[in-house]
């Protein structure tokens, strides 16, 4: 029997890195799996490799940072798959900027997909799963928060956010069986780190350096603490924090 057995899972961001990784162990333990992606393409590729190993996927295309796109997929899921019971609210951009050359431009963006569509989703997934009669749903935080380190100020500060939308949603939504917690995974080498400009052995090193564990952090490292927050394991849990990250900071 799996650890998600029955559950309808929606995961925000699963064509790759960390959402890929969440999406086929979701699956593995039971769940069937709802693939929101901006990018069609491997969106459609995770579902795929799900289906061939025997698990049920289906994929919607997704843009958090558009209210109207977030409703279309909710009411899709709705449809199709009758309801929904946990929320991986994954997508999130990390592009790398030095502190004195970020634009407004650059700052919006940021916000609007980091912190603006983590909350419009988790609002949208809500009605869902209140007419459900509760649910469990997921936010990616950030170690960066708690260790930060330089040229990253708008990411890190956006996540900061995220901890406390985390918190003032757990306490908005309990009284609708709706338990809200987040993840801070450590520096790991996804598609999206590995396109910006902190990706040198140096860099991952130095991150390594400030760990207990001493090594890298791995992209299937965080799906552990996703299946434990999604299910029923984690009942009498809200509002909290479990960090993935080697123990960064505590030497
Ligand atoms: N990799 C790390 O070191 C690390 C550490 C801590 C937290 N995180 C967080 O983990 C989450 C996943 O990051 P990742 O490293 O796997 O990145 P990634 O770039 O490899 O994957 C992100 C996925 O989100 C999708 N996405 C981006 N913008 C979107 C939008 N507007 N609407 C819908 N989908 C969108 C992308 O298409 C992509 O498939 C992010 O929230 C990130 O901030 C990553």
């Given amino acids: 029997m799996g650890r998600l057995d029955g559950k309808v899972i929606v995961v925000t961001g699963g064509g790759r890195g960390f959402g890929r990784a969440y999406c086929l162990r979701f699956a593995a333990e039971g769940a069937t ?112 928060f708690f260790n930060p380190s330089p040229g990253s100020a708008a990411y890190i500060s956006s996540k900061g956010s995220v901890i406390a939308l985390s918190r003032v949603l757990a306490s908005g939504l309990a009284p609708y069986d709706i338990r809200v917690n987040f993840i801070y995974p450590g520096l790991t080498a996804t598609p999206g780190v590995m396109e910006g400009r902190f990706t040198s052995d140096d860099y991952f090193d130095s991150r390594v350096h400030k760990q207990l564990i001493k090594r890298r952090s791995e992209i299937e490292d965080v799906v552990g603490a996703g299946v434990f927050l999604l299910s029923d394991e984690s009942a009498f849990m809200t509002g909290q924090g479990i960090p993935v990250n080697g123990g960064i900071g505590m030497i």
Avoid: C
């Fill in 33 to 144: 799996v709802a693939i929101a992606e901006m990018d069609e393409e491997t969106g459609k590729s995770t579902q795929a490799e799900i289906v061939a190993n025997g698990g049920r996927a289906f994929a919607y295309p997704l843009d958090v940072r558009d209210e109207d796109s977030v409703t279309a997929m909710r009411d899709a899921v709705d449809r199709d798959l009758g309801g929904i019971d946990g929320l991986m609210n994954n997508a999130g951009i990390l592009p790398p900027m030095a502190l004195p050359d970020i634009t407004k431009e650059f700052w919006d963006n940021v916000y609007n997909t980091n912190v603006w569509g983590s909350f419009i989703t988790a609002r949208a997934v809500s009605h869902s799963m209140r007419r459900r009669g509760g649910g469990a749903i997921v936010n990616i935080a950030s170690s960066t």
